[in-house]
């Protein structure tokens, strides 16, 4: 067995000591005890540190008691109400509070601002759960127009293809010897007569040719069997795919991929990042990895491109810029492309 390395009498000696102390503390000891030479010692520094604990908390008592009698008007003493203007003042003075702070690590502000900000923070709150169940309104209600979308769509789609309009022939010819296109016929119609469209391209398919035949039906639906099949590759990759992105880049002569992604969404209601992945299967040009490859040098040209450069005497690339642009309609890649024909809005050459 194992015993304590602590000898007998020491252990003894401990708890007699404590044994002292806690009856020193608990016991009144008089004054005639206190003075009696036999009287230990430790009882008598004990009891002295008790009264002084005593004497401090019936102080402290007294002068809060004052203090409180004063602060409402009920006792008029010069000197205590000296002592609490001074306190006041003390505790108020900036230096102290900053060290309060400091020390504390809290803030002190005056009540009337705690309040206000309490109503701030509350106010604050009521507004963003508000955003948010106006976001999730939103949100459903994005989803239920989607899904009410897509049965228009398809309802649409059947309607045309009842009438034969998806056999519709927009570039084939109505009249071999004016060579009028079928799109063109259905737009003359239409300023002429004010024909509705579909009315007009019913109209024009009376003549065989605007009418597409089944092997050109079948090689349509094909292509976009393949185009979606591309699309749906495009957004499940979206995370990678989208910065291949060009916005700026022309989709087709005269309108850029941001301009047909503006179009696919306001027109069919497509959401913006699926009319993305639909600019980029339509057009490879839409996409910047696209443009690296069929035009590397100018795509250099373009990183480098200085729009604070001066262009000329009292013109900077970037106002050849939109000069080019609001003059000629012209896409702002293209005019970039002009403007840098000039070394001095390439960075580096200026």
């Known amino acids: 067995f194992f015993t304590s390395t602590v000898p007998y009498h020491k252990k003894f000696t401990m708890a007699l000591l404590r044994r002292k102390i806690a009856t020193a503390i608990i016991t009144d000891i008089d004054d005639e005890t206190l003075q009696r030479e036999d009287t230990e010692t ?4 004990i009891t002295l540190i008790k009264e002084a604990l005593y004497g401090i908390l019936i102080a402290f008592a007294v002068l809060s008691l004052a203090l409180f009698i004063d602060c409402h008007f009920l006792l008029k003493l010069p000197m205590v109400h000296n002592f609490r203007r001074a306190t006041m003042s003390l505790v108020n ?36 759960a ?55 016929r259905v737009k003359a119609l239409q300023r002429t007569y004010d024909t509705p469209r579909h009315t007009a391209m019913m ?30 590759e495009q957004m499940e990759h979206w995370a990678e795919k989208k910065k291949d992105f060009c916005a700026e880049c022309e989709w087709e002569e005269g309108k850029t991929c941001v301009e047909r992604v503006n179009f696919l969404n306001e027109r069919y209601l497509i959401p913006r990042e699926r009319a993305k992945a639909t600019a980029m299967v339509e ?67 200026a």
């Open 283 to 349: 057009s490879n040009e839409c996409k910047f990895s696209h443009q690296k490859k069929a035009h590397g040098p100018q795509e250099e040209k373009l990183a480098n491109f200085c729009p604070q450069c001066q262009w000329g005497p009292h013109l900077t690339c970037q106002q050849r810029v939109e000069y080019l642009m609001y003059t000629y309609k012209v896409t702002q890649r293209k005019a970039k492309l002009d403007a840098i024909q000039k070394p001095t809005c390439v960075k580096g050459r």
């Open 42 to 45: 430790i009882l008598i520094v």
């Open 203 to 232: 109209s024009a398919m009376k003549k065989e040719s605007c009418r597409k035949s089944d092997e050109d039906m079948e090689k349509r639906a094909r292509q976009e069997k393949r185009k979606k099949a591309k699309e749906a």
């Open 130 to 184: 508000l955003g948010e169940s106006m976001f999730e309104r939103a949100v459903a209600d994005i989803k239920s127009m989607d899904a009410e979308r897509e049965q228009y769509v398809q309802e649409k789609s059947k309607l045309t293809a009842s009438l034969d309009l998806d056999r519709f022939c927009h570039m084939c010819l109505w009249s071999k010897s004016q060579q009028i296109t079928c799109a063109s």
């Open 93 to 128: 003075d900036r230096d102290t509070m900053i060290n309060m702070e400091e020390s504390s690590g809290l803030k002190f502000i005056d009540m009337n601002e705690y309040n206000s900000k309490v109503k701030e923070i509350d106010i604050v709150t009521k507004k963003i």
